[in-house]
Every structure is written in C-alpha cells, then in structure tokens.
C-alpha cells in the first residue's frame, strides 16, 4: 500500500499547489495541468484529500501480459473534496470510497540513461518523459514505468471501520436524550402520586423508554444504509455490461499488437477524453479529430472515473482500427453552484492497425518532416514552426469522434 499511499499524498499536493504527481503517467499529469488552469480562470480551489484508518481492507489485483504488468491496488477509504471560489466555501464532499490505483509497468525497463539526439546532454528515463531540459527537444517516449495510468473510486455505504462505534455513540446520544425528556415529563405529568413513586415511575419510564428510542433509532440507520446500498446497486446496474470488454479487446488486438495491455488502453482511453473535454483549442490537439461541437464540456471542472469502460463495436477497416465505447464517469459542473452528475461520454477511437508500441523503451526527437523541428507532437497536431500536420494515429489511438448522453 506505500504506493499507494505515495499516489494520493501527491494527489492531495496537487490539489494545494499544483506540484505534478511524479508517479503519475505523462498524460495523467497533462491532464490534471489542463484541470488546474480550468479551476484558476473559474476562480475556484478544488482540494482533494484521502484518508484511511488502520482497520480498513486493501488489497492487489496483479495481471501478467504481452511484456506488460499491471497491479491494480485498492482500499477502503474516506474521500474529502472542497470546492472554494473567490475565498468561499461552495462545497465539501466527506464520502467513503472503495479507492482503485491503477500502476502499469513494463518487463525490462530500467531507470538507464538516454543520451539527447539533438545536444548530446545524457539524461534519465524519468526526465526524458518531459523532453531535455537543456535544448528543449521533445521524445515520442513510452511512459516510464512503473507509472499511476488511472485511478478511480466506488461509492461505500458506510464507513465499516469506524461504524460500529459511530452506532454506538449514536445510540447512546439517543437514548439518554428521549430518557431524561422522558423522566421529565412523566415526572411534571404524575403530579398526583407521591414524591418517592413520582421518582421512582419517572426513572423506570424514562429509562425503559430511552433504550426503545436508541434500540428504533438503531433500525433507522439500519434502514437507511440498506436505501444506500439498493441506490447504490441501481447505479451501477449499467456497469454491469462491461464485464466482457477487457477479454473481448484482447482477443481482437492480439492480432494487430502482441504488446497490446487492456490496462494501458484503458487508462489511455480516460486520459484522451480528459484531455479534450479540458483543452482550451480542441483543434489544436492531434488526439482529436472531430469536428463535433464540444463546449457543452467547459463547465466540467472535475471528471471521476467510475471504473468501467464499455466497447460496443470493433473493426479494422481501411487499415485502420476502429473502436467504439463507452466510458462511465461522474461529472462535476460549477455555474453558480456545485453539481455532480453520472455522465455517460461516447468515443470512437481509431489508430492505424500496422502501428503499435514497442515493449522496449526508446526515446527519439519528434521532427517535423518538412522543417525538421523539434516539438511535442503528442499534444499538438501541427508543428509549431511551419505548421505541417503531424499524424498521431500512426503511433498511437486518438479520439475521432465524442458525445456525452
């Protein structure tokens, strides 16, 4: 769980000062810089903290495939999210989770040092992922592994760990409060017996009746923790159709990509969805090509992934791969308030189907093939020197089209 641990202290980092979370994926950490610039001009603060208690169950899911590995470590935790805006308080969020981080690492990948193609400096794996730092020259580059790809949460229903004495303080509260209203208003209303029986009636009232209070508030919270988990069940009821998807996209790339790991796929189909529903130019983006009108998207200030992606339909058609999904996502929205809503955001994806990644880290300058300069094509569909397209699809998926519903 240090991992773990070490993921969300970096998270709730960000969420105070902006520092980027140095184990999370290159694209994660793109995207939380596109949240963070979206927050400021909205004027808002969104700070995210996850805490834990001793008692609380973890555990990890590890996968083995096609030169990758994939460990999915998960824990029972308490979620905190405040939105501020202009020095007030909007909204705070205090919710248990069922926390899913998703670390995604390569077989022989070692932190070896790369020398620059473009100025000779040697230099990490760790600081190649983000270019030179002394050219300024970008690398088309596999993420450096291990790395965070995803993360996500499921609602709890109660906080097992601290239930049990939640309850019992709860009950207690209850029963001595009904109790001496009780004692006092038997002890007002029996004016006609004597002192020592007025005493004595009060006390056995109150008393019996304060342990009937504490005994139906205990069914209550019971009753409503059963309401909890029935709303619960309903909204993850549409999930339930995607349990098929990893082993299905497996089977259809095993045949264009023998390095092909559902869990980077799926952490990269998250990212690109983020990263156009936050970008300030969509068009500038060589993950995007659509021309579908998107600003119904600018209100998002955060994006939470409710850990299932559905794909409907896959094809190759004119060399190309063609897949389309679903992601299931829990959006928040600032107008005048804070709202958070379950979304529903269509894609349909596509990536030449010669094209996939080597399982073996490299690093090489992105050149324009007109003017031969240097640039992060990952997130930027023309040079910004000559301005001649760069194709990203040959290397990688990019986002054709997208819709929410």
């Known amino acids: 769980m240090q991992q773990l641990d070490q993921f969300t202290d970096e998270l709730h980092e960000w969420s105070l000062n902006g520092t980027e979370p140095p184990t999370a ?67 705070k969020y205090r919710r248990p989770v069922n926390l899913y981080v998703s670390f995604v690492d390569k077989e022989g990948h070692e932190d070896r040092e790369y020398t620059c193609p473009n100025c000779g400096h040697t230099l990490t794996a760790l600081q190649a992922r983000d270019g030179c730092h002394y050219c300024g020259t970008f690398f088309e580059t596999d993420e450096v592994y291990p790395c965070v790809s995803t993360y996500y949460t499921v609602p709890g229903i109660v906080e097992r760990a601290t239930l049990e004495s939640t309850l019992k303080k709860e009950m207690t509260k209850v029963g001595w409060i009904c109790g001496i209203i009780l004692v006092i208003l038997s002890f007002i209303l029996w004016n006609d017996l004597d002192l020592i029986f007025r005493i004595l009636g009060s006390l056995l009232f109150g008393g019996f009746y304060g342990l009937v209070f504490a005994f139906l508030w205990y069914m209550t919270r019971s009753m409503i923790m059963i309401m909890k988990a029935f709303k619960e069940a309903g909204r993850a009821m549409p999930l339930l159709k995607t349990m098929n998807t990893r082993k299905k996209m497996l089977e259809f790339m095993k045949e264009y990509d023998p390095d092909f790991s559902y869990e980077a796929f799926e952490g990269r189909v998250l990212s690109l969805l983020r990263i156009i529903a936050f970008a300030d130019d969509r068009d500038t983006l060589s993950v995007w090509e659509g021309n579908r009108d998107l600003s119904d998207l600018d209100d998002i200030v955060d994006m939470q992934y409710r850990g299932a992606v559905y794909i409907k339909r896959f094809e190759e058609r004119d060399h190309l791969l063609h897949v389309e999904g679903t992601a299931y996502l829990r959006n928040t929205y600032i107008r005048n308030h804070v709202r958070e809503k379950d979304e529903k955001i269509h894609f349909i994806l596509e990536k030449e189907a010669e094209g996939h990644v080597d399982p073996g880290f490299s690093i090489h300058r992105v050149s324009c093939p007109s003017c031969g300069g240097s640039f992060d094509a990952m997130h930027q569909s023309h040079c910004p020197y000559c301005d001649t397209p760069y194709d990203l699809k040959k290397k990688d998926w990019i986002i054709k089209d997208m819709w929410r519903k």
């Open 25 to 91: 994926s290159r694209d994660l950490r793109y995207f939380l810089d596109l949240q963070e610039k979206r927050l400021k001009r909205s004027g808002t603060i969104r700070e995210e903290e996850f805490t834990h208690s001793e008692g609380d169950i973890s555990g990890c899911s590890n996968l083995s495939e096609n030169g990758y590995s994939s460990r999915i470590l998960y824990r029972e935790a308490v979620q905190h999210i405040t939105y501020h805006q202009n020095g007030k308080q909007l909204k």
